[in-house]
Protein backbone atom coordinates (compact mmCIF):
# COMPACT_ATOMS: atom_id res chain seq x y z
CA UNK A 1 0.00 0.00 0.00
CA UNK A 2 0.74 3.77 0.49
CA UNK A 3 1.61 4.33 -3.38
CA UNK A 4 2.33 7.59 -5.00
CA UNK A 5 2.68 8.15 -8.68
CA UNK A 6 3.87 11.25 -10.63
CA UNK A 7 3.11 12.07 -13.94
CA UNK A 8 5.39 12.79 -16.48
CA UNK A 9 8.61 10.99 -15.48
CA UNK A 10 10.02 12.88 -17.83
CA UNK A 11 9.63 16.75 -19.42
CA UNK A 12 11.69 18.76 -21.77
CA UNK A 13 10.22 21.71 -22.94
CA UNK A 14 11.59 25.23 -24.21
CA UNK A 15 11.83 27.89 -22.35
CA UNK A 16 9.05 30.18 -21.55
CA UNK A 17 6.46 27.40 -21.45
CA UNK A 18 4.66 25.95 -18.70
CA UNK A 19 4.68 22.32 -17.40
CA UNK A 20 2.30 20.55 -15.07
CA UNK A 21 3.06 17.88 -13.01
CA UNK A 22 0.92 15.64 -11.54
CA UNK A 23 0.86 13.63 -8.33
CA UNK A 24 -1.25 11.08 -7.14
CA UNK A 25 -1.59 9.14 -3.97
CA UNK A 26 -2.92 5.45 -5.74
CA UNK A 27 -4.61 3.39 -2.20
CA UNK A 28 -5.02 6.23 0.33
CA UNK A 29 -6.33 9.35 1.08
CA UNK A 30 -3.52 12.33 1.19
CA UNK A 31 -4.30 15.19 3.61
CA UNK A 32 -1.17 16.78 3.27
CA UNK A 33 1.18 16.58 -0.04
CA UNK A 34 4.94 18.12 -0.22
CA UNK A 35 6.68 19.03 -3.04
CA UNK A 36 10.68 18.92 -3.28
CA UNK A 37 12.95 19.95 -5.45
CA UNK A 38 16.19 17.78 -5.69
CA UNK A 39 19.88 19.02 -7.91
CA UNK A 40 21.84 16.52 -8.92
CA UNK A 41 23.80 14.70 -6.17
CA UNK A 42 22.72 17.11 -3.99
CA UNK A 43 19.43 16.63 -0.88
CA UNK A 44 15.92 17.15 -1.11
CA UNK A 45 14.64 20.96 -0.76
CA UNK A 46 11.09 21.34 0.19
CA UNK A 47 9.03 23.75 -1.91
CA UNK A 48 5.79 23.58 -0.44
CA UNK A 49 3.25 22.00 1.53
CA UNK A 50 -0.46 21.86 0.45
CA UNK A 51 -3.09 20.44 2.13
CA UNK A 52 -6.50 19.30 0.19
CA UNK A 53 -8.99 22.45 -0.13
CA UNK A 54 -6.55 24.95 1.23
CA UNK A 55 -3.78 27.12 -0.31
CA UNK A 56 0.01 25.97 -0.31
CA UNK A 57 2.23 26.78 2.13
CA UNK A 58 5.59 28.02 0.45
CA UNK A 59 9.30 27.85 1.54
CA UNK A 60 11.10 30.96 1.81
CA UNK A 61 12.85 31.99 -0.84
CA UNK A 62 10.09 29.29 -3.44
CA UNK A 63 8.49 31.36 -5.78
CA UNK A 64 4.69 31.10 -5.64
CA UNK A 65 3.51 32.45 -9.00
CA UNK A 66 6.05 30.56 -10.73
CA UNK A 67 5.39 27.18 -8.98
CA UNK A 68 1.60 27.09 -9.07
CA UNK A 69 0.03 24.29 -7.08
CA UNK A 70 -2.84 22.86 -6.65
CA UNK A 71 -4.50 20.45 -4.01
CA UNK A 72 -7.98 19.82 -5.38
CA UNK A 73 -9.03 16.26 -3.99
CA UNK A 74 -6.89 14.36 -1.40
CA UNK A 75 -5.60 12.05 -4.45
CA UNK A 76 -4.12 14.58 -6.53
CA UNK A 77 -1.81 17.29 -6.08
CA UNK A 78 -0.54 19.25 -9.26
CA UNK A 79 2.93 21.29 -9.70
CA UNK A 80 2.39 23.68 -12.61
CA UNK A 81 5.86 25.75 -13.68
CA UNK A 82 5.03 28.89 -15.55
CA UNK A 83 7.10 30.36 -17.94
CA UNK A 84 9.99 27.97 -17.12
CA UNK A 85 13.60 28.95 -18.04
CA UNK A 86 16.80 26.70 -17.87
CA UNK A 87 17.62 27.07 -14.21
CA UNK A 88 14.08 25.70 -13.20
CA UNK A 89 15.38 22.18 -14.89
CA UNK A 90 15.98 19.97 -12.03
CA UNK A 91 13.97 17.04 -10.36
CA UNK A 92 10.97 17.66 -8.73
CA UNK A 93 9.55 14.65 -5.95
CA UNK A 94 6.07 14.74 -4.12
CA UNK A 95 5.33 13.28 -1.12
CA UNK A 96 2.09 12.61 0.72
CA UNK A 97 1.04 11.98 3.99
CA UNK A 98 -2.31 10.62 5.04
CA UNK A 99 -1.70 11.88 8.88
CA UNK A 100 0.82 9.63 10.73
CA UNK A 101 4.49 9.77 10.49
CA UNK A 102 5.44 8.63 7.12
CA UNK A 103 5.55 10.62 3.87
CA UNK A 104 5.31 8.60 0.95
CA UNK A 105 7.51 9.83 -1.74
CA UNK A 106 6.91 9.49 -6.23
CA UNK A 107 9.14 8.38 -8.55
CA UNK A 108 10.09 11.77 -9.45
CA UNK A 109 9.97 14.12 -12.69
CA UNK A 110 13.24 14.92 -14.20
CA UNK A 111 12.05 18.86 -15.94
CA UNK A 112 14.57 19.87 -19.02
CA UNK A 113 14.07 23.51 -19.69
CA UNK A 114 15.52 24.22 -23.09
CA UNK B 1 17.32 24.94 6.72
CA UNK B 2 18.86 22.03 5.78
CA UNK B 3 19.46 20.21 9.61
CA UNK B 4 20.24 16.88 8.86
CA UNK B 5 23.68 16.03 7.50
CA UNK B 6 25.25 13.29 6.61
CA UNK B 7 28.97 11.55 7.18
CA UNK B 8 30.69 10.50 5.03
CA UNK B 9 28.90 12.36 1.98
CA UNK B 10 30.45 9.11 -0.11
CA UNK B 11 31.32 6.15 0.55
CA UNK B 12 33.08 3.10 -1.19
CA UNK B 13 33.06 -0.23 -0.23
CA UNK B 14 33.56 -3.96 -1.27
CA UNK B 15 30.23 -6.17 -1.43
CA UNK B 16 29.94 -8.15 1.80
CA UNK B 17 31.17 -5.30 4.09
CA UNK B 18 29.14 -3.27 6.26
CA UNK B 19 28.69 -0.10 5.51
CA UNK B 20 28.03 2.71 8.19
CA UNK B 21 26.43 5.96 7.41
CA UNK B 22 26.08 8.93 10.24
CA UNK B 23 23.49 11.69 10.29
CA UNK B 24 23.90 15.20 12.97
CA UNK B 25 20.93 17.14 13.54
CA UNK B 26 20.73 20.41 15.45
CA UNK B 27 17.20 20.51 17.20
CA UNK B 28 14.84 18.68 19.15
CA UNK B 29 12.37 15.75 16.87
CA UNK B 30 10.26 13.81 17.05
CA UNK B 31 11.58 11.02 14.94
CA UNK B 32 14.40 10.59 12.51
CA UNK B 33 13.61 8.37 9.14
CA UNK B 34 16.39 7.04 6.77
CA UNK B 35 15.64 6.92 3.31
CA UNK B 36 16.97 4.87 0.45
CA UNK B 37 17.37 6.77 -2.96
CA UNK B 38 18.70 4.88 -6.51
CA UNK B 39 19.88 7.21 -9.39
CA UNK B 40 17.01 9.16 -10.48
CA UNK B 41 14.53 7.60 -8.95
CA UNK B 42 11.69 8.32 -5.67
CA UNK B 43 12.67 8.15 -2.17
CA UNK B 44 12.19 4.13 -0.49
CA UNK B 45 11.60 4.29 3.47
CA UNK B 46 13.71 2.04 4.83
CA UNK B 47 13.07 2.94 8.57
CA UNK B 48 11.84 5.05 11.44
CA UNK B 49 13.22 5.81 14.67
CA UNK B 50 11.41 7.38 16.99
CA UNK B 51 13.13 10.16 19.73
CA UNK B 52 12.44 7.47 22.78
CA UNK B 53 13.96 4.59 20.76
CA UNK B 54 17.82 3.95 20.49
CA UNK B 55 18.19 1.18 18.37
CA UNK B 56 15.69 -0.34 15.58
CA UNK B 57 16.67 -3.63 13.33
CA UNK B 58 15.44 -4.39 10.33
CA UNK B 59 16.56 -7.41 7.53
CA UNK B 60 20.29 -5.97 7.46
CA UNK B 61 19.78 -2.61 8.65
CA UNK B 62 20.56 -1.19 12.10
CA UNK B 63 19.91 2.30 13.06
CA UNK B 64 20.52 4.16 16.42
CA UNK B 65 19.98 7.62 17.91
CA UNK B 66 21.79 9.17 20.55
CA UNK B 67 19.43 12.37 21.24
CA UNK B 68 22.00 13.75 23.36
CA UNK B 69 24.51 13.86 20.66
CA UNK B 70 21.61 14.59 17.89
CA UNK B 71 23.28 12.05 15.80
CA UNK B 72 22.00 8.67 14.63
CA UNK B 73 23.92 6.04 12.06
CA UNK B 74 22.63 3.70 9.86
CA UNK B 75 24.60 0.24 9.93
CA UNK B 76 23.85 -1.93 6.66
CA UNK B 77 25.30 -5.46 6.98
CA UNK B 78 26.81 -7.89 4.47
CA UNK B 79 26.42 -5.15 1.72
CA UNK B 80 25.66 -6.06 -1.55
CA UNK B 81 25.98 -4.56 -4.72
CA UNK B 82 22.53 -3.93 -5.25
CA UNK B 83 22.26 -1.27 -2.15
CA UNK B 84 24.06 1.11 -4.07
CA UNK B 85 22.91 4.20 -3.35
CA UNK B 86 22.29 7.33 -1.77
CA UNK B 87 21.31 7.18 1.81
CA UNK B 88 19.13 10.03 3.27
CA UNK B 89 17.91 10.87 6.98
CA UNK B 90 15.17 13.37 7.65
CA UNK B 91 14.23 14.90 10.84
CA UNK B 92 10.72 15.24 11.63
CA UNK B 93 10.12 17.30 14.78
CA UNK B 94 6.33 17.79 14.73
CA UNK B 95 5.53 13.74 14.76
CA UNK B 96 3.09 14.22 11.98
CA UNK B 97 4.85 13.42 9.64
CA UNK B 98 5.14 17.72 8.42
CA UNK B 99 8.20 19.64 8.03
CA UNK B 100 10.75 17.01 6.83
CA UNK B 101 14.29 18.54 7.16
CA UNK B 102 16.58 16.34 4.82
CA UNK B 103 20.50 15.91 5.02
CA UNK B 104 22.47 15.76 1.75
CA UNK B 105 23.10 12.51 2.06
CA UNK B 106 25.80 9.78 1.49
CA UNK B 107 26.25 7.84 -1.58
CA UNK B 108 26.87 5.09 -1.06
CA UNK B 109 29.03 2.51 -3.81
CA UNK B 110 29.36 -1.11 -3.13
CA UNK B 111 31.78 -2.66 -5.28
CA UNK B 112 31.51 -6.29 -6.35
Known amino acids: GAVVSQHPSRVICKSGTSVKIECRSL??????MFWYRQFPKKSLMLMATSNEGSKATYEQGVEKDKFLINHASLTLSTLTVTSAHPEDSSFYIC??????????FGPGTRLTVL | SQQGEEDPQALSIQEGENATMNCSYK?????LQWYRQNSGRGLVHLIL?????REKHSGRLRVTLDTSKKSSSLLITASRAADTASYFCATDASGYGQNFVFGPGTRLSVLP
Open chain 1, 27 to 32: DFQATT
Open chain 2, 49 to 53: IRSNE
Open chain 1, 95 to 104: SASGGGNEQF
Open chain 2, 27 to 31: TSINN
